[in-house]
């Protein structure tokens, strides 16, 4: 937002008491803001006449420029603000006549057109006049600009403007303009520089209006006439009314507004100016070469609405603070590299070519030396080395920076979009639910109006049928991880008598990789049974509003979603390898199939492997649903187009039939979006001390997400409805709730799933520095010997006794055989007893897990208590603009007492000179 000295306030402008005496006494204006169109000057975007015949004229421009592009009726002057399309086939005749007469009694006006492709399709454009608009925008509480804000300069921005000085004298040395925004090419936006306030038809002379035809935007209008269609009946009857039930039984096939032409152009943006707004988004926000520059948020926000553009505002805010934890992460995983070659327990595991492995399935599986698993034991070292601790507490802050940053931001964005004053109080009551209780009224107390009213018996019901579809679902879920676990453990010793070496060889890991990518086949096919199950529950509820639908749908959807991504995650890390028994003593799945051990290197390494296939496989397969799948229909359309009329014909379609060719956006709004972004989140904070790599890919896949998304919307999709909203609704609550969650899974991971709590007991408690308060890697010599226990073959059961019998390996059969765990020898008073650093380890681990938790909740709250959710200079700005308005309404009333006293005294001296 720009900065501006104090200015004086006009004289005329008197301050009143309230304000309706301030809307009651306000005159014009000099400073007005520019509106939309005034923007679009052919070679000229950052026009500013304040002259309303320039602006005028440069509206006749405009339409004489866009009329041959369909962005107009017939007569080149009603813009086109709604797109209907039907087929005249469609047997739905009698509900489209209905619909469409209540639509003209509603007072907007309507133009149809045939499509040049297919004369089947009917194109109905709808126009909303001046008067309808009007009257839709009060009683929608549109704001709109009645003056120009006032700034002053505080103190320490004059601080900031020096030091941008002298850093400017170093940028010969920098990339050229390196994440900035080519401030030349776009336009002005001085829109956020007004005051507004809720539409009054009554005041309409207190606002800004140089023309009519373009005192509402496009978005604006466009969202007033989806008003007005969502409760146009269509049948009588107590559920017949609204375009979406239309478009659900097939009477129009879609329903989009325009976008404002092409998004290309022959012409350089920069010696031409942009031929619109959606031109101008994709050469300074949508193009691939502008990858590396922040995002003209303000302008995603004029075209798209606020929804959208806080969106893309959240999703840069994350990107940008991707930054530290992939460079952390990426610190842990190079320390990995660097002390590997020092790292004393892989050394050992390497060297170990005498100790020889129990067998990790039955019969087929044979013994193996532990210097075998040299690799994977390198490989576990990587991710699991003396940084992960401080990583995983450091994620745990990063999180909740990033969340109490964000809160900032948004209050910073809300304030410059004019969002502060924005409650959902004003949201409308979505059709749906009017219509269900139509018959059931009560006074609203905020608005003192009658409107439909839920019974809480009726509410509690639907609800309590909901959660237990949710319960239902998530159990579904749990039956496929059990199906997942029941593969792994048939399919190891399936791999283990594989006739190619190499599989034989990596049993595990090829279980571990096949189940992986089955898994994820598994999630992708039940994510469309979520989605139907989700939305029949939602509509079941019967919400009272659409942002109230929304966080309903979106809560089962993210509950669905996440607890089928990862509940396999959560398997490997937790129950992985945790309750096999012992050799001689296994557990068993129905008393038939021995459980999965993990591999003699730990479970780290499938921890590992898992995230980082789902990872990898979940962000290649949404890409590609988002760009790659709507890129091949809309060229698929296109191919056939040229079949049909021929190669080399060429015919100029309007507006409407290019945007009916491109592909509509989710019915679920931003849904998928978010989504993706926080399964990413969670993902990125949850296991991450078992992959210190998930934030850098996610860095990676994020910095191409906003330039694909922003790609996908200007170019390959319809444009969308702009909606208003304050901040990014329910996903924040899951953020926080997945900050939590990943605090606690941290703790568990690096007490139970990795090694480092039994290699600390035992550099401290068994190791040759014993009581001597080191803990380096000549501390760690024997531990691999003495986290393994000992296991007499003889004790095998009949099941699990190996075909082979060891003789591979010294010429004579083995009479003993080591395994992971701590446990007596056969020879003992108690055969496999825990032994007394068993209990050590437990007790560490615990106590790990508590204090960790503790400590890290402990800094995460005070973080939170000590960054405040406003800005000190965005709080100070607030509360001088209310001073502002307050000395307005002041001088306002003062100019209208003045004005009364002189018309009395004219009056009086009048009379006194009619008097004889």
């Known amino acids: 937002m720009p900065t501006h000295r104090e200015a004086p306030l006009p004289s005329r402008l008197k301050v009143a008491k309230d304000v309706n005496i301030l809307f009651d006494e306000l005159e014009a204006v000099n400073s007005p803001c520019k509106d939309d169109d005034s923007l679009l000057h052919p070679g000229n975007l950052t026009s500013t006449s304040d002259d309303a015949s320039r602006l005028e004229a440069a509206g006749e421009i405009v339409r004489e420029k866009t009329k041959s592009n369909g962005l107009y009726f017939r007569d080149g002057k009603c813009r086109i603000d709604y797109i209907l399309v039907y087929r005249k086939s469609n047997p739905q005749t009698e509900k489209r006549e209905v619909f469409e007469r209540n639509i003209r009694a509603e007072g907007l006006q309507m ?51 020096r030091i941008d000085k002298q850093i400017s004298r170093f940028r010969r040395w920098l990339p050229k303009k390196p994440m900035r925004l080519d401030k030349e090419t776009l336009p002005d936006l001085e829109e956020n520089d007004c005051y507004t306030a809720p539409f009054s038809q009554q005041r309409i002379h207190h606002f800004i209006i140089h ?15 989806h008003h007005i269609l969502q409760r146009i009946k269509y049948e009588e009857g107590k559920n017949k009314i609204g375009l979406n039930r239309l478009l659900t039984n097939g009477s129009y096939e879609a329903a989009f507004p325009l976008h404002e032409g092409s998004y290309r152009s022959k012409n350089s943006i920069r010696t031409h100016g942009a031929e619109n707004h959606r031109h101008l988004l994709y050469e300074c926000w949508a193009s691939w070469g502008v ?116 809160k900032r931001r948004r209050a910073v964005i809300a304030y410059d979009w004019d969002l502060i004053d924005w409650e959902e109080e004003e949201e409308e009551i979505r059709p749906q639910f009017e219509a269900k209780y139509s018959k059931k009224e009560r006074m609203n107390p905020i608005s003192g109006k009658p409107e439909p009213y839920q019974a809480f018996a009726d509410k509690c019901s639907r609800l309590i049928v909901s959660a237990s579809g949710i319960f239902f679902m998530i159990c579904v879920v749990i039956a496929a991880v059990f199906g997942i676990v029941i593969y792994r453990v048939v399919t190891v010793s399936t791999f283990a008598a594989f006739k190619w070496a190499l599989i034989r060889n990596n049993s595990q890991v090829a279980t571990t990789g096949t189940a992986v990518c089955i898994n994820f086949c598994i999630i992708m096919l039940l994510n469309v049974l979520y989605e139907k199950v989700a939305l029949l529950l939602t509509n079941l509820e019967q919400p009272r509003t659409e942002s109230e639908w929304e966080n309903s749908f979106t809560l089962k959807m993210f509950l669905f979603q996440f607890v089928n991504l990862n509940s396999s995650t959560f398997y490997i890390a937790f129950f992985l390898g945790r309750f096999t028994g012992h050799p001689g003593a296994y557990l068993r799945l129905i008393n038939r199939w021995r459980l999965e051990e993990c591999h003699p290197s730990g ?55 290019k945007d009916y060719n491109l592909q509509p956006m ?233 004005k009364e006293r002189k018309e009395r005294k004219k009056n009086g001296k009048a009379h006194h000179n009619e008097w004889p």
Not at 120 to 128: C, Q
Not at 142 to 154: A, D, E, G, Q
Not at 211 to 225: E, L, M, Q, Y
Not at 879 to 893: D, P, S, T
């Open 111 to 161: 133009e149809k057109e045939s499509s040049l492709i297919n004369s089947d399709i009917i194109f109905v454009k709808l126009h909303a006049p001046w008067e309808v608009l009007g009257r839709y925008a009060e009683q929608m509480n549109v704001r709109m600009p009645f003056r120009r804000k006032i700034y002053y300069l505080p103190r320490r921005y004059k601080f900031m403007s």
């Open 211 to 225: 023309n009519k035809d373009t005192f509402f935007n496009n978005a604006t209008r466009s969202r007033i006439v």
């Open 291 to 406: 990858w590396y520059k922040y995002q003209p948020l303000d302008l995603v926000r004029r075209y798209f609405g606020e929804k959208i553009g806080l969106y893309f505002a959240w999703l840069g805010w994350y990107t940008g603070m991707l930054f530290p934890a992939a460079f952390i992460g990426l610190f842990v995983f190079l320390y990995g590299i660097i002390t590997l070659d020092h790292c004393q327990v892989s050394k050992e595991v390497c060297q170990a070519t005498d100790i020889i492995m129990c067998p990790v399935c039955d019969k087929y599986c044979p013994f193996m030396r532990l210097s075998d698993s040299c690799i994977y034991a390198k490989v576990t070292h990587l991710f699991d080395n003396g940084a992960t601790v401080f990583f995983a507490v450091f994620m745990a802050v990063w999180a909740t920076v990033f969340l109490e940053f964000w």
């Open 603 to 657: 479970c780290l390494i499938d921890l590992c492997m898992q995230m980082g296939i789902i990872m990898v496989l979940k962000q290649t397969w949404n890409n590609f649903m988002e760009l790659g799948y709507p890129l091949i229909q809309n060229w698929w359309t296109r191919r056939k187009l040229r079949q049909e009329h021929g190669p080399d014909r060429k015919i100029s379609f309007p507006q409407w039939e």
């Open 666 to 898: 989710n019915a679920y709004g931003l849904f998928d979006e978010y989504l993706e972004m926080i399964l990413q989140f969670g993902f990125t904070t949850i296991f991450v001390a078992a992959f210190p790599l998930a934030p850098l890919l996610a860095l990676l896949n994020n910095i191409i997400e906003i330039r694909l998304d922003a790609y996908k919307f200007v170019t390959q999709w319809r444009r969308p409805l702009a909606s208003r909203a304050k901040d990014i609704g329910i996903w924040y609550g899951i953020l926080e709730g997945i900050g939590i969650l990943s605090v606690i899974t941290n703790a568990f991971v690096i007490a139970i799933t990795s090694d480092f709590i039994p290699r600390l007991v035992y550099a401290y408690k068994y190791g040759p520095c014993a009581g001597q308060g080191e803990a380096g890697q000549k501390c760690m010599v024997g531990y691999v010997n003495a986290s393994l226990s000992v296991f007499r073959i003889s004790d095998f059961e009949n099941r699990s006794e190996p075909e082979s019998d060891g003789s591979e390996f010294s010429g004579t059969p083995l009479k003993y055989c080591r395994y992971r765990d701590y446990r007596d020898p056969p020879h003992s008073l108690v055969p496999y007893g825990y032994t007394l650093q068993f209990w050590h380890v437990l007790a560490a681990r615990l106590a790990f897990i508590i204090v960790f938790e503790h400590l890290v909740f402990c800094i995460k709250h005070l973080i939170s208590y000590l960054i405040p959710d406003l800005p000190k200079d965005l709080r100070d700005r607030m509360r001088r603009e209310k001073y502002l308005i307050q000395e307005m309404m002041y001088e306002a009333e003062l100019e209208r007492l003045q």
